[in-house]
């Protein structure tokens, strides 16, 4: 469904320095996949998925989507494409059905295909009781809803949502997502999305691309990323630093186990199976005569992923819509763009 090589994006920034959002990108997203984007603001991800959906031509390298160059074909693209944005894309006076309809309209259904469709939407997404509400009238989750009904009604092969949740609270961030899954478990339908909230990634997504300064990182299952990068942590306390010093040089000597480190007299270190690796720890330090007051194993997250990788927490952006240069500077550009 995509396929890109050296796929970049250049834009001069208002001061005049020229910004590379993205640099050089090499991926492939297979029919039926569910690929999250994930990476700190300012990391390129919008700018990578504005390119993909040809709402910004790149400035480098190739990229096909659903078949077709986003260059050359951009309109055979669009008619195959979802998009959510981060914005919500109805209009808030216009009520929810007629939202549907009229998008349904604009891709080719006749009026009675258009109705039926957004009626079907409409209730797949728990919206039916709105249909003659004005959008302004409308809940953050509800929106959210209405503008995923926008960017399927055309049934479109591959769907496109930037930060589809942010902003809505727990429960209807939930609620969004079991619909979602449960239209791509209806059909075949492709999904890339971005997001702040590394527990969507984890549980939602089929695998996860790890992107910043305009590169990608790593890629890979959530499993694979937490094992590759980090793997689980086993933390073991001592009596004294004396003990924990000769605890630290033991636990660093045994097969399966990585990077060791100290803090006083509490020693933690890095291994593939911590629940496996526990109990051998604590009776190799009982046959050496040291003694363990407390021990523990823990299994790592995607944000300790983003913190071996990148040096930061991706929570350090507390969930916020993407506010970075490339963001503002592609903005600018559209709006330029679509004037002309």
């Known amino acids: 469904m995509i396929n890109t090589v050296s796929l970049s994006r250049t834009f001069r920034a208002p001061d005049g320095e020229e910004v590379q959002a993205v640099r050089g990108i090499d991926l492939s997203v297979a029919q039926g996949e569910m690929v999250a984007v994930l ?20 400035t480098g390298g190739t990229a096909r989507v659903a078949g077709y160059d986003v260059r050359t074909q951009a309109a055979l ?12 894309s109805s209009g808030h006076t216009q009520r929810a059905l007629d939202e549907v309809v009229t998008q349904g309209r604009i891709y080719g259904l006749d009026r009675a295909a258009a109705r039926a469709r957004a009626a079907e939407l409409l209730s797949a997404l728990g919206l039916e009781h709105l ?18 009904a926008i960017g399927l009604v055309h049934l479109p092969a591959l769907m496109f949502l930037d930060e589809p949740t942010t902003g809505l609270d727990p429960q209807n961030r939930n609620n969004l997502w079991d619909h979602i899954t449960g239209m791509r478990s209806r059909g075949d339908l492709t999904v890339v999305f971005s997001t702040h909230y ?11 691309v790890v992107i910043d300064h305009g590169r990608i990182l790593a890629e890979g299952t959530p499993t694979q990323l937490k094992q590759r990068h980090v793997g689980d942590r ?28 100290r803090q006083d007299t509490v020693v933690t270190g890095q291994v593939t199976d911590g629940r496996a690796a526990l109990p051998n720890a604590i009776a190799a330090a009982l046959d050496q005569g040291i003694t363990v007051v407390a021990a523990d194993t ?36 559209l709006t330029t763009e679509k004037a002309a």
Do not use: C, H, W
């Not at 003990?243 to 660093?252: D, G, H, I, N, Y």
């Not at 990148?310 to 903005?331: F, H, K, Q, V």
């Open 131 to 148: 249909a003659r509400r004005r959008t302004q009238a409308m809940s953050g989750g509800q929106r959210r809803r209405l503008d995923l």
């Open 198 to 208: 590394l527990e969507e990634a984890d549980q939602e997504a089929d695998r996860i």
């Open 298 to 333: 823990r299994l790592p997250t995607l944000d300790d992923v983003f913190l071996e990788l990148t040096g930061r927490s991706l929570r350090d952006d507390g969930g916020r819509p993407a506010t970075d240069a490339d963001a503002d500077a592609d903005a600018s550009e």
């Open 234 to 261: 086993l933390t073991l306390e001592t009596t004294d630093p004396a003990a924990a010093e000769r605890l630290r040089a033991l636990l660093a000597a045994m097969d399966g186990v990585g990077t060791v480190t």
């Open 39 to 58: 990476g700190p603001n300012g990391a390129g991800k919008s700018t990578l998925m504005r390119m993909l959906s040809t709402l910004l031509p790149p």
């Open 77 to 88: 693209v669009r008619e195959r494409i979802g998009y959510v944005g981060q914005g919500n």
